[in-house]
């Protein structure tokens, strides 16, 4: 049955009202958004456990504190969002749960989960995490995809009227709608992009204000970047894929002259000792990340390797520079470990097996950071 002319204009007019009511209830920057964000914290706050960690939240704040400041003070030039400052009351609080994620609600609401604070490596990259979070803040992102998203549907809405007012066929109005529908999701998503991209910008300039080192960006992007269960979907996806973030922001400090020095921020590459034991006789592991350098006996003579071992890394090594003669690992010429009997006992290997497994396990960190550095 045919749409009557007065049930059209009906719709017409629902349709407007329905558009210009879902506009007007966007908040305003400033005020309003603090308001509206108490609100939205609230419910964030029903739905989630809120961890109650006095040492884990004093840490958090330590670090956020310093990079609200910075934001509240400095104007960062925003590419997406609008950079007028707000004096937003920031407060952070901490998500009991083993996700590894971070949101933050307009107005100041920064939630950190407790699963990212511990794939953190430092405070450096946590800050870089926080500070991301308070650039949507601070760059009043949320407002500004509500009001794309209603300017959509309010487009979605005249596609429909459009329609109806034209006694276009059902099945084609159908059509119409559902090719308007993946329009809007394409839209929002590329909104999504932009507004993560100019976060991790934005980040970098927040941490460098606070005294963090914005290389904590790039490494946390990196570890993120190398998770296979990161999926791309396509034009469903909210956030740039994490090897294009990776090259933004590796652009980024090469252009302000950072160093990028990714051991002053992470503990993957940095040697150290772990004491075990089996059968009541104890060993010392030089390690690196999660593999073993090598197994010692003797606790100085593992702490010895594990300092020659990283200022060798701080010194900028080389996997040519590496060889293994006999059961001692030399690099640059000098030995850096020696394997000996008192050892064997302990690793159960022998002498030439553990110095290749020490000289694999260093080449391993070199090879990381050469894939690292031509991305």
């Keep these: 049955m045919k749409t009557t002319h007065t049930f059209r204009i009906f719709l017409v007019l629902f349709l407007l009202v329905v558009s210009s009511f879902a506009f007007s209830a966007i908040p305003k920057i400033g005020p309003e958004e603090i308001k509206w964000g108490d609100k939205a914290a609230l419910q964030a706050e029903k ?50 749960s ?34 991301h979070e308070i650039a949507h803040a601070s760059h009043h992102h949320m407002v500004h995809m509500m009001r794309e998203q209603s300017k959509l549907e309010g487009r979605m809405a005249l596609v429909m009227l459009a329609g109806i007012l034209g006694d276009v066929n059902p099945r084609d109005l159908s059509n119409v709608i559902t090719g308007a529908q993946f329009y809007k999701i394409a839209k929002l998503s590329g909104y999504g992009q932009l ?28 570890r993120i970047a190398e998770r296979p269960e990161v999926i791309d979907w396509g034009i469903m996806q909210t956030h740039p894929r994490s090897e294009d973030r990776v090259k933004a922001v590796k652009t980024q400090l090469e252009a302000c002259g950072i160093p990028i020095n990714r051991r002053a921020v992470t503990t993957w590459s940095t040697a150290k000792v772990v004491c075990g034991s089996s059968e009541k006789v104890e060993y010392y592991d030089v390690m690196i990340s999660d593999r073993t350098v090598c197994r010692m006996a003797d606790k100085s003579r593992a702490y010895d390797a594990a300092g020659k071992i990283n200022a060798l890394l701080d010194q900028g090594l080389q996997i040519h520079e590496m060889r293994v003669v006999g059961n001692t690992l030399h690099a640059r010429g000098e030995p850096v470990l020696s394997i000996c009997e008192l050892d064997l006992s302990v690793s159960k290997q022998t002498a030439s097996s553990a110095a290749a497994q020490a000289a694999a396990a260093v080449r391993s960190v070199l090879l990381r950071d050469i894939v690292n550095d031509i991305r």
Excluded: W
């Excluded at 739905?47 to 109650?52: F, I, P």
């Excluded at 956020?64 to 104007?75: D, S, V």
């Excluded at 107005?107 to 870089?128: K, M, P």
């Design 195 to 222: 507004a993560e991209q100019d976060a991790d910008a934005t980040a970098v300039s927040y941490m460098k204000s606070a005294g963090y080192n914005p290389v904590g960006v790039l490494t946390f992007l990196e």
């Design 98 to 131: 083993d996700d590894v994620n971070a949101f933050s609600v307009t107005g100041g609401h920064i939630y950190v989960y407790r699963g990212l604070i511990n794939v953190c490596q430092s405070d450096h990259e946590l800050a870089a995490v926080i500070a």
């Design 47 to 96: 739905d989630n456990k809120v961890l109650d960690d006095k040492a884990l939240i004093a840490r958090v704040k330590a670090i956020g504190e310093p990079i609200a400041a910075a934001a509240n003070t400095a104007e960062v030039a925003a590419s997406y969002g609008t950079s007028t400052i707000t004096q937003f009351p920031y407060n952070f609080k901490i998500i009991d």
